[in-house]
């Protein structure tokens, strides 16, 4: 499967990505990561690997994406080229690119470069890719999720994502979607009235862990995340 993992900024969606990554590797699958958020510094932290050499350089320059992209030739996993993937314990991480200069420009030659790679990739059956989109919703406008099986949302305890839902599920996809809300607390579990697959609590660990940039470790809720999607 080719999940798509999105969500509004600071919501955890980096987070969970990396909680899935590791739970299905840990159950045998082999697993490609895609760091699909041009704004996001920190996964490959999350998931202790290194960080790699960002897919977009292989076309040189930015501008030269949309044109590349037309005779990208990556049908496998196996097939993408060793200096854009670093690995460790079953897990693979991609990164598609990252602003890094004022005014260089919008990140759209990532959107447009992850869309088709997703598009293109075939899986065998005991793989898995995971990608962590870009915060917000404007993936949807540029279509990544049609390379994708199915979309998790990952949603935090606010009215915002309450509205983000509502109007992802009045877009039609046409694709399986799965909801999960994060940083849930008991207490207000009243205000939390969100028709969700999965919730997890807010755990100390995992935030103390984002907070220094370390390898996240696997939590039991991701499990019951699993059963939904396996």
Same mark, same amino acid.
């Given at each position: 499967m080719k999940l798509l993992v999105c969500g509004k900024g600071g919501s955890g969606k980096s987070t969970l990505t990396a909680l899935i990554a590791k739970s299905l590797a840990k159950r045998g699958y082999k697993v490609l990561v895609v760091d699909g958020d041009?704004?996001?510094?920190?996964?490959?932290?999350l998931l202790g690997l290194e960080k790699p050499k960002?897919?977009?350089?292989?076309?040189g320059d930015r501008r030269k994406v949309f044109e590349g992209v037309k005779n990208l030739?990556?049908?496998?996993?196996?097939?993408?080229?060793?200096? @854009?993937v670093s690995k460790k314990d079953g897990i693979m991480l991609m990164s598609v690119g990252k602003i890094h200069h004022f005014g260089e420009g919008c990140a759209c030659p990532m959107g447009?470069?992850?869309?088709?790679?997703?598009?293109?990739?075939?899986?065998?059956?005991?793989?898995?890719?995971?990608?962590?989109?870009e915060a917000g919703m404007e993936h949807f406008g540029r279509g990544v999720e049609e390379g994708c099986d199915g979309i998790i949302v990952v949603l935090?305890?606010?009215? #915002?994502?309450?509205?983000?839902?509502?109007?992802?599920?009045?877009?039609?996809?046409?694709?399986p979607i799965y909801?999960?809300?994060?940083?849930?607390? #008991?207490? @207000?579990?009243?205000?939390?009235?969100?028709?969700?697959?999965?919730?997890?609590?807010?755990?100390?660990?995992?935030?103390?862990?984002?907070?220094?940039?370390? #390898?996240?470790?696997?939590?039991?809720?991701i499990d019951e995340l699993l059963k939904k999607l396996i």
């Open positions: 041009e704004s996001n510094l920190t996964l490959h932290r960002e897919f977009k350089e292989m076309f030739k990556i049908e496998r996993i196996e097939d993408i080229p060793s200096e @854009f447009v470069l992850l869309r088709e790679f997703l598009k293109g990739l075939k899986l065998n059956e005991n793989e898995f890719v995971i990608v962590d989109a935090d305890p606010t009215y #915002e994502s309450k509205l983000m839902m509502e109007r992802i599920k009045s877009m039609g996809i046409g694709k909801f999960v809300l994060n940083k849930f607390d #008991e207490r @207000f579990k009243e205000l939390l009235d969100f028709d969700v697959d999965v919730k997890i609590p807010f755990k100390e660990e995992i935030f103390v862990s984002c907070m220094k940039g370390e #390898e996240l470790k696997e939590i039991d809720e």
